[in-house]
């Protein structure tokens, strides 16, 4: 069975220009997490979707992030425009529904802003 | 104060050593509880759930005490291939996970 599959692994982008991320779930998993996680720090929830549905999204820059869940499968996580501060590894991770399953993640991005 | 709170460490023990992880919430409410391994580059993957009686899943062992708030986790026998973080998990509603920052666990030769 395939795993949660994100891409790119890594990025590389100047401040200020725009950049996406693409997670596909484990079939079948219904919530869907974008998580950041900084270096030598714990991954922080940016949005939670339940099917289509972003049913936590208060930690989310709303500012210049934005994430969608089209027909409630694949998600995409944008940032426009990126800031220096932008770079981390974005995961994303997926579950059949807690609160007695374990959530899934991807191996994430790796996004530098330079 | 964080939701979720653990000594970052590093934690340095020898082989074969025994070693304990205290991690410590702030939601009373919070519902489910884990302890996941994340290797240096790699993503967390889970490494056990933590249920109120405790339980042991070979040389590890979780105990959940919900009055304090406190998770723990027990490694016996150390192997140099546990070395790893290893990060706190605490669900609350229906599906929110919040982590820790983890605790790093260096197992020497």
């Known amino acids: 069975e395939a795993g949660v599959v994100q891409s790119p692994r890594y990025k590389i982008i100047e401040k200020k220009q725009p950049v996406a991320f693409w997670c596909n779930p484990i079939s079948g998993h219904n919530t869907l997490y974008w998580y950041l996680q900084n270096l030598g720090q714990g991954p922080e929830l940016l949005i939670r979707y339940e099917n289509e549905e972003a049913v936590d999204d208060s930690q989310l820059p709303k500012d210049r992030f934005s994430a969608e869940r089209l027909k409630g499968v694949d998600s995409t996580l944008k940032i426009q425009p990126a800031e220096l501060g932008d770079s981390a590894v974005y995961l994303c991770?997926?579950?059949?529904?807690?609160?007695?399953?374990?959530?899934?993640f991807g191996q994430g991005t790796r996004l530098t802003v330079v | 104060r964080k939701e979720v709170e653990q000594d970052p460490g590093p934690f340095n023990v020898p082989e074969g050593a025994t070693v304990a992880f205290n991690c410590t919430y702030s939601n009373s409410a919070s519902q489910s509880f884990f302890w996941y391994r994340q290797d240096c580059r790699k993503e967390p993957k889970l490494l056990m759930s933590?249920?109120?009686s405790g339980n042991e899943d070979g040389r590890f062992t979780a105990q959940l005490n919900r009055a304090s708030q406190y998770i723990s986790l027990l490694i016996r026998d150390s192997k140099l291939s546990d070395s790893a973080t290893y990060l706190c998990?605490?669900?609350?509603?229906?599906?929110?996970?919040?982590f820790g920052k983890g605790t790093m666990l260096l197992v020497s030769p």
């Open positions: 991770a997926s579950s059949s529904g807690l609160p007695n399953t374990e959530a899934f």
């Open positions: 933590v249920y109120s």
């Open positions: 998990v605490v669900c609350s509603g229906y599906s929110t996970l919040t």
